[in-house]
């Protein structure tokens, strides 16, 4: 009998788990684990929080896959684990492929005046982060991003732009949309392309992942 393999999802950022509720992976080979959000202590290093995270996964050798900050924070994980693969969506390997204005950001230190406390509507503070965006959107992200503790928020912020990753890791496997305007794919080294892909297309391009994870998992 085939040993079934853990496969552990981290959301992006302010993101419930729902946001993989579309994936579907072949029970009799692999079975799923979400990971939420914790509330970080308002000067958390990243790696203290990533250790933390790491304090729900129960299984070694296991496949760890983060979207968008999720992706960062799966990276952050996988240097305290033993695992089996580690894959990022939407997401960057390292420092040097944010996007310029995140960059701008982090130099002028601009993060910290973005009012997140003021932001209850999660259509409004995405495009006060990160750019405009569609407002047919709105809704969905209404349903998904559901973590607006302020708290949480500054943090994830200030984790994102401040990312000092400089190298990529060994092995990583990274699937980046082709019409993402977060992580534009412009920025992005070495990558699986989907399509007309978007920053959310772990949402409304379940299929494509349900159809080649398994694959990507296994090679």
């Not at 933390?52 to 050798?61: L, Q, S």
């Not at 969905?140 to 994830?156: G, I």
């Not at 980046?176 to 070495?190: A, L, R």
Request: with cysteine; hydrophobic share 40%; charged share 25%.
């Amino acid at each position: 009998m085939k040993e079934v393999t853990h496969v552990y999802f981290v959301p992006g950022m302010a993101a419930d788990v729902s946001i993989f509720e579309f994936i579907k992976l072949p029970e009799s080979s692999y079975q799923t684990h979400m990971l939420p959000w914790k509330i970080p202590s308002k000067n958390e290093s990243i790696e203290v929080y990533a250790k933390r995270m790491c304090e729900d996964i129960e299984h070694e050798n296991c496949v760890l896959i983060g979207v968008s900050f999720g992706g960062i924070m799966v990276q952050e994980m996988s240097k305290y684990l033993k695992l089996r693969k580690l894959i990022i969506i939407s997401s960057v390997k390292n420092k040097y492929e944010l996007p310029k204005r995140m960059h701008i950001v982090r130099k002028t230190k601009a993060y910290k005046l973005m009012p997140t406390s003021l932001v209850s509507k999660i259509d409004n503070w995405e495009k006060l982060a990160f750019g405009d965006f569609a407002k047919k959107r709105a809704a969905m992200y209404q349903k998904y991003l559901s973590v607006n503790d302020k708290t949480y928020l500054d943090w994830a912020i200030e984790k994102i732009v401040c990312w000092d990753q400089e190298e990529s890791i060994d092995g990583i496997v990274h699937i980046h949309g082709d019409k993402d305007i977060v992580f534009p794919i412009s920025y992005v080294d070495s990558c699986i392309t989907v399509e007309k892909g978007t920053h959310v297309m772990i949402i409304n391009r379940a299929r494509w992942f349900n159809k080649h994870l398994p694959e990507i998992i296994e090679n």
